[in-house]
């Protein structure tokens, strides 16, 4: 068997968020719908529409690399969006939902962020400067996104869940 390399655990990093991505839209219009507050309805609203294209540029890296675009399942998403789960059954109608589905989404968005930062390092480490290019694109956006929730949170729903 030949020795492991960058390319190839880059290839699986890769198939790793490409899964991430796919099971994040699917949830996606859940919590939009569990979401109480209107502006973090929109939000999660608008955060899909962003993860599809999130996800073609995804599907560009791998043709970049020659690689079928195919995800692998990721236990780590799989576990996060369980917690959101939890937290909409568990708070719904309650003052704190919406709190809580911010907690949920911020750990989303921080996977996503070690995940395309590691990704952008290694594609500039392998020479794949396009491939960079978009995984800094989608890098930017989820960090945006992270800061529109904490912008969120603090300036209503963390205080309403407060009272």
Known sequence: MAEKQLDDLFLDTLKDIYYAERQILKTLPKMAKAAQSAELKAGFEQHAAETEQQIERLQQVFELIGKP???KT?????GIIEEGKEIMDEYKGTQALDAGLISAAQAVEHYEMARYG???TWAKQLGHTEALNLLLETL???EATDE????LAKSSVNLEAAE
């Open 69 to 71: 675009a195919r995800g």
């Open 118 to 120: 590691t990704l952008a």
């Open 140 to 142: 930017k956006e989820e």
């Open 74 to 78: 990721c236990d780590a998403i799989l």
């Open 148 to 151: 529109k929730l904490s912008a």
